[in-house]
């Protein structure tokens, strides 16, 4: 890790952090007195420093003439969250799956009508599928399409309740490629994406299949948990 510059901070925005950090559990608004006393700043300072926060969607008024946060502070924790979730921790179950599997795995998201691959981990063979993560592929009949398409409906349709999983189709989408697919879950039971095995059609053997089928289950399971989510 490079050093940090020797560099002071920005006194104005640490006192605007300070306003932002005086809000706790439960807190609906709070009056300027009691920001005052929260952080230690003169009124007329937090009242400066609102105008600004207020402009920029961190701050809302009320009714009342009371502060609540606003809307961009639950903006910034979505994009927090979805990169910790995504990329730290999908990128070492999907290490791992080919580490168990010998084949690529990737891990997909649902765009309206298309299947965007957000990360993937190649196989170390060198005949393989060469989706690179960002490439978006219709939602058709392959395993990946239908496990998002089916258990990212709310409420889930009865279909999805009894799919046997993972879901394995060959040639889908390739008539050269098969792949199988599991649903990962999010907080709320909500779905997070499709996490994926593919290989050539001519290496999915019946033993290559008993093998694969059991480590994308709990490749899937372990994800799950490692994001929060419960399967519903």
Do not use: N
């Not at 946060?69 to 994009?79: K, M, S, V, W």
């Amino acid at each position: 890790m490079k050093d940090r510059p020797a560099l002071e901070g920005v006194a104005a925005a640490g006192r605007a952090l300070a306003v932002l950090s005086a809000f706790r559990a439960g807190d609906r608004a709070l009056g300027l007195a009691e920001l005052a006393q929260r952080t230690g700043l003169v009124k007329s300072t937090i009242m400066r420093l609102a105008v600004t926060l207020e402009e920029a969607g961190f701050l809302a008024r009320t009714e009342e003439g009371a502060y609540r946060l606003g809307a961009e502070l639950p903006r910034l924790g979505r994009l927090y969250t979805d990169a910790f979730r995504l990329e730290e921790q999908v990128m070492p179950v999907l290490e791992e799956l080919v580490a168990r599997t010998g084949e690529t795995a990737s891990f997909w998201v649902r765009q309206g009508e298309q299947r965007l691959c957000l990360f993937r981990v190649d196989s170390p063979h060198l005949l393989r599928l060469h989706v690179r993560a960002g490439d978006a592929r219709a939602m058709d009949s392959s395993g990946i399409a239908q496990v998002l398409r089916a258990f990212g409906a709310r409420p889930l349709p009865a279909y999805a309740v009894g799919m046997e999983l993972p879901v394995v189709t060959m040639g889908a989408t390739d008539p050269h490629v098969g792949a199988m697919a599991a649903p990962a879950f999010g907080p709320g039971d909500a779905l997070a994406g499709a996490l994926a095995v593919s290989a050539p059609v001519v290496r999915w053997t019946e033993a290559a299949l008993a093998a694969a089928r059991p480590a994308l289950l709990a490749a899937a399971a372990a994800l799950t948990r490692r994001i929060g989510g419960r399967a519903p």
